[in-house]
């Protein structure tokens, strides 16, 4: 079905591989310890048979092709992309690093490519934090990406432990937001998610990326790093439901549980340093709920190719029921600010390096591009 097109569409959650990354991870998939929650998802994406899965193992290869044909045929101007989950936090980091950097080289030359068609985020090694830091930089200096992807947990670790730092200093002072995008929880967390395959989109997935979210907030993190800014799917990963009664139950025995003392309530920072994408969430009901809860400033659009239909999420953001202006902002306005996509018919990439990359309504400081 084609669709006209009264709104500039950038969807802000769009996987893609290379081939070095996809096979390795093929690889890892079929030898990894069984215990490990990652490996039964994408053993059965790579094993598994079905249409549906041939072409998800096609499409998150095609950057050229369908893609783009996929995108047309719906009025969907631009991918941000990101490099599949888990990314490269499943390999030794000396792996990871390079794997990380080749990933990003060729983000960076299919954007050139197709120049307005696609944004990128870069995918980083955590595993090795300074490596990563500076991976942030190049990609953000001069290959002119517009954030980061990082796939929740590293090893079971979160990025508010203290050795991850270097990776929230360095995408705080490049204005570069993280995307914390989801995986399978860490085997630790995931034995209760497992007798019937809850570990995966169907909640755990939420349920590890909201928590992963959740200690930055509650770890002090963004006292630390005011000027940090955070991206989750899933219209929050269930958080922007729960802000009544995390707020409440904050200070509730909090110096029993050594909770950081913090200078705004939980809520507080999930609106200023936060913001949320549709992505695989194609529910009126629910978006209207969050634009109360957390502001539509705040919500961007996603659709989370190949993994979702790309009809459905146009369809679903057309058809809902919510200001105008606030479509607008939800489809490409909020995105253009928060990631730094040039606007449509507005000033070209060089142009685009001399203008703050984004800000906040929240408060949240803007950035100063060096080349895109």
Not at 194 to 211: D, H, N, P, S, V
Request: hydrophobic share 40%.
């Amino acid at each position: 079905m084609s669709y006209p097109s009264p709104y500039r569409r950038i969807a802000t959650e769009e996987a893609f591989s290379v081939p070095e990354v996809y096979q390795a991870l093929r690889e890892w998939a079929a030898t990894a310890d069984p215990a490990e929650p990652d490996r039964d998802f994408w053993d059965f994406v790579f094993t598994q048979d079905s249409p549906g899965l041939r072409r998800v193992r096609r499409q998150l290869l095609d950057l050229d092709g369908e893609r783009l044909e996929v995108m047309d045929a719906n009025g969907v101007d631009v991918h941000l992309l990101s490099l599949t989950a888990p990314g490269v936090q499943t390999f030794p980091a000396a792996a990871a690093v390079s794997l990380a950097r080749l990933a990003n080289d060729r983000l960076a030359s299919v954007i050139a490519r197709h120049r307005g068609r696609f944004a990128g985020l870069a995918a980083v090694a955590p595993q090795d934090p300074p490596a990563a830091a500076a991976e942030i930089s190049r990609c953000v200096t001069e290959l002119g990406l517009n954030g980061v992807v990082i796939n929740s947990h590293t090893g079971g670790e979160y990025l508010d432990e203290e050795r991850f730092w270097p990776i929230l200093e360095a995408a705080e002072a490049l204005g570069a937001p993280i995307y914390i995008h989801p995986r399978s929880p860490a085997a630790s967390m995931a034995a209760a998610f497992r007798k019937y395959g809850l570990e995966t989109g169907i909640w755990g997935f939420a349920a590890e990326t909201g928590l992963h979210a959740l200690r930055l907030i509650c770890g002090g993190v963004f006292d630390r790093f005011p000027g940090l800014r955070i991206v989750l799917g899933h219209l929050g990963e269930g958080l922007p439901y729960w802000l009544y009664r995390i707020d409440y139950m904050h200070p509730v025995r909090a110096s029993y549980h050594q909770r950081p003392s913090l200078s705004l309530k939980p809520s507080e920072y999930l609106k200023r340093n936060f913001a949320i994408t549709t992505s695989g969430m194609n529910w009126a009901p629910v978006l209207r709920f969050c634009i109360e809860a957390v502001g539509a400033d705040n919500i961007m659009f996603a659709i989370d190719y190949p993994y979702q239909v790309t009809e459905d999420a146009v369809r679903f953001l057309d058809e809902a029921e919510i200001p105008e202006g606030d479509k607008r902002k939800i489809y490409h306005v909020n995105a253009e600010r928060i990631f730094g996509i040039p606007p449509a018919g507005g000033p070209g990439p060089e142009a685009t390096a001399l203008c703050g990359r984004w800000g906040s309504p929240g408060g949240v400081r803007g950035r100063l591009v060096l080349t895109f």
